[in-house]
């Protein structure tokens, strides 16, 4: 909207408000303008160079001749203007990186892993940045999102909740301080970084304030599909491709770690037969692995009283017999352990479905990096290679797939 109402107001200024105070301010001198016979003698020459120029083209017999051929220049011109960018002589991108004075470290470890695994994680990549000289300072979060800026909004970092997941905030010294740019520091802290995380089986990604408007990431392919199974089995292929592209970094998907989910089932004859129910097991349950307040601290000081918060330690927790070895008091008053009125079923964790336009979609995401460094080239990199691997149909424009350096299929 801001454009368009842009384009009329132009349109209005181009057409009514500067004619009007042309002839409003040029109207004293208006008069020696005027035709007469010594108008040659007059024109300066500017004037007389312009109308060398445009003459051929307003003759009455060739002028129509020398117009098409004008025509035919300009886009013989514009096509070898188009023939350097294919040919990468000109790389064509969104906009030039800026010299920003921070980047972003964001981890990804399999789902279910421990807080302490990913601070241990977080903590031996923070160690490593502290080594390049440029870094003035950082901030590691473990299980948390950093503070949110605007990068973080559109890519929805305020949702990144879990033991599983980490940030590090990464300040720059001065950029009147340091030789290279922070487009440049990013790039070479990037192998390393994510060397140290793959080995402990997660994901880094450096994340850097772009200097457009920020988008999901700069490669973003979309798979859709009627079977959600089917639809991630594709992903991966396309993933795969991803990273068989040179110069295609931080490839990523939307599809959670697999991971085992064991469900407690309750004998409820058996529990009733012990005075027990099963609301008082899935009360246990809470309670140990969530936790439960048991009193408040009151303060002259505290403003609200303090809950005091008892469960399991974490190595208890993670261990599934000895949540079961817990016991519980029956009506009777006696102590029931757990694991003589449940049976555990093993399972696997169900993904989440992401939804685009009401669609089912799984997301794969990859930047650029190396010599070229724009998206717009890795795009059409990876479209031939799925084309000749037979991957799945692709749409550059449609309705539901929209093309840019933010979107591929």
Do not use: C
Request: charge should be negative; charged fraction near 25%.
């Amino acid at each position: 909207m801001n454009a368009s109402m842009g384009m009329l107001i132009s349109l209005a200024v181009a057409f009514i408000f500067t004619p009007w105070l042309t002839n409003t301010l040029l109207s004293s001198v208006a008069h020696e303008h005027s035709e007469g016979e010594n108008t040659d003698a007059r024109r300066g020459k500017l004037d007389r160079f312009f109308g060398a120029v445009m003459r051929p083209f307003l003759h009455e017999k060739r002028g129509r001749r020398n117009r098409w051929f004008l025509l035919i220049g300009i886009l013989i011109l514009i096509g070898a203007s188009i023939s350097l960018v294919v040919g990468k002589q000109v790389i064509m991108k969104m906009l030039p990186f800026d010299n920003k004075s921070e980047f972003q470290v964001v981890l990804d470890m399999p789902e279910g892993t421990s807080l302490e695994q990913t601070s241990f994680t977080l903590n031996e990549i923070a160690s490593y940045l502290a080594t390049v000289p440029e870094v003035k300072d950082y901030q590691v979060y473990a299980g948390t999102a950093a503070p949110i800026s605007f990068n973080g909004l559109v890519r929805q970092y305020y949702l990144r909740e879990g033991a599983y997941l980490g940030d590090i905030q990464v300040n720059l010294v001065d950029k009147h301080h340091r030789d290279r740019k922070s487009h440049e520091i990013a790039l070479s802290v990037r192998d390393r970084v994510q060397a140290i995380a793959s080995g402990y089986d997660g994901n880094a990604k450096i994340v850097e304030v772009p200097p457009e408007p920020p988008v999901l990431s700069p490669l973003v392919a979309e798979i859709y599909g009627i079977d959600y199974e089917g639809q991630i089995e594709a992903a991966k292929k396309v993933e795969d491709v991803f990273e068989d592209t040179p110069d295609i970094v931080d490839v990523d998907d939307s599809v959670e770690f697999p991971s085992d989910k064991a469900v407690v089932i309750v004998d409820r004859v058996r529990a009733a037969r012990l005075g027990l129910s099963q609301s008082d097991v899935a009360q246990a349950l809470s309670a140990v692995l969530d936790g439960e307040d048991m009193a408040y601290i009151h303060g002259t000081n505290l403003k609200y009283a303090v809950p005091i918060r008892v469960r399991l330690s974490e190595a208890a927790r993670a261990d599934l017999d000895q949540v079961l070895a817990f016991k519980i008091r029956n009506r009777d008053g006696v102590f029931v352990p757990l694991s003589e009125i449940v049976s555990v079923v093993p399972s696997q964790r169900e993904y989440s479905i992401h939804h685009k336009d009401l669609l089912p979609v799984v997301y794969v995401t990859g930047d650029m990096a190396g010599k070229t460094d724009s998206p717009l080239y890795g795009l059409f990199d990876i479209s031939s290679r799925l084309k000749k691997q037979d991957g799945p149909e692709q749409w550059f424009l449609g309705k539901r797939q929209r093309i840019s350096p933010l979107a591929a299929y």
